[in-house]
């Protein structure tokens, strides 16, 4: 088959589809990247994978550049022959919902959470939830990355019961994400990391603050900023206030990064007060590589963690628990921490392995491939 796999940024495609894509390849079907144009396209050509840029603007809202780019999407999958969509992000999925029942080309979302429209409610919302209504119930099928937004969509009307199911997030690599050994250091000195796109909903203001509370007891405690400033998203924490915060000894800005690994083997303990997610492919990372999490007990996010046992969750927006919870794990023995890391581990290697999100797919793709075959075959012999 021909399918094309897409996303609001090639940058996605790469870091979390890029083994999916190949193993399609694997399995002798046709596979082309969608997205926006950025570095990463050419690392995606590199990789082997065919790329079409298609402006997918994930902050935008003028009605008239959103059709262009619907109709951008509609030519790429005529002129390509795509016979499947593979699709990832609220404007993702939605833009390939729209193109695909336009040309009919069967689509099949990937719900990776519910994005800033599900977050704070607008009329945005409203906009949002009449278009899911409008297109998922014609899907083949619709992933969800937790059951929090499953039962969101089933409860609203957005899409059947009997369409839907839950993978494990987008899974994590066991073999590149291996267990580290925790650093050696004062266990009152800990280096905390937050890795994530900089925007409010990420509670990034809640780790901040949180910093500022932990650090009056613990001076010598580290907080660290992994990922990238300056994202098109109404959410995104300006570069001034990262600056401000640098400034006043908060916080570290680490930048952007292609591998998250030393990051993360460098890290006591890794942390995202986000107010909710699909599973986060961080906090999984982390977990791989036996870091204790500390996370909220949002959709998404409280998937990651056995709270107690792999690592500690905090009330949603609430910089006051957060700051309790790292309190609590500075307090923690380093056996107790070292524990903590390898529960991660293991409840990484039972549920959330990315080859389990592999499999699904190419059992998918094949039985889609199996059953257009089988009717073009009898519609010959007619």
Not at 82 to 95: A, D, F, M, Q
Not at 199 to 214: F, L, N, Q
Not at 271 to 299: F, K
Request: glycine share 8%; net charge positive.
């Amino acid at each position: 088959m021909r399918v094309a796999v897409v996303s609001n940024t090639a940058w996605y495609l790469f870091n979390f589809r890029l083994n999916l894509m190949r193993a399609l390849q694997a399995d002798g079907h046709e596979v082309v990247a969608v997205a926006p144009a950025d570095a990463y396209a050419e690392r995606l050509r590199a990789a082997g994978i065919g790329f079409e840029p298609v402006p997918i603007s994930g902050g935008g809202t003028n009605p008239l550049v959103e059709l262009q780019s619907v109709r951008r999407l509609r030519g790429v999958l005529r002129r390509r022959g795509v016979e499947l969509v593979l699709s990832y992000t609220p404007k993702g999925n939605l833009y390939s919902a729209l193109a695909g029942l336009s040309c009919g080309v069967p689509f099949v979302p990937n719900v990776s959470g519910l994005g800033r429209a599900f977050i704070r409610r607008s009329p945005v919302t409203l906009v949002a939830q009449a278009l899911y209504r409008l297109t998922f119930g014609r899907a083949l099928r619709v992933f969800f990355q937790n059951n929090d937004d499953l039962n969101v969509f089933v409860h609203a009307g957005l899409a059947r019961a009997e369409q839907c199911e839950r993978l494990p997030g987008s899974g994590v690599d066991l073999r590149r994400f291996t267990p580290a050994p925790l650093p050696q250091r004062p266990a009152d000195a800990p280096v905390f990391l937050l890795v994530a796109r900089l925007m409010w909903d990420k509670g990034v203001g809640e780790y901040v603050e949180a910093a500022r509370r932990v650090r009056q007891r613990h001076p010598q405690a580290r907080f660290r900023l992994l990922g990238f400033v300056d994202v098109a998203n109404p959410s995104a924490v300006p570069r001034a206030q990262v600056e401000r915060w640098e400034a006043e000894g908060l916080v570290e800005y680490l930048g952007p990064t292609d591998d998250v690994r030393p990051f993360l083997a460098e890290a006591d303990c890794v942390v995202l007060p986000s107010y909710r997610e699909g599973v986060p492919r961080t906090l999984l990372e982390a977990a791989a590589m036996a870091r204790p999490i500390v996370t909220t007990d949002a959709p998404g996010c409280r998937d990651t963690v056995i709270d107690g046992q792999s690592g500690l969750l905090c009330r949603p927006a609430d910089a006051a628990d957060l700051g309790d919870k790292l309190l609590r794990f500075i307090d923690l023995a380093p056996q107790a921490r070292q524990a903590m890391g390898h529960a991660g581990r293991a409840l990484m290697e039972r549920s959330f392995s990315e080859q389990l999100v592999l499999d699904r797919y190419r059992q998918l793709v094949s039985d889609i491939s199996a059953h257009r075959k089988t009717a073009q075959t009898a519609a010959c012999s007619r």
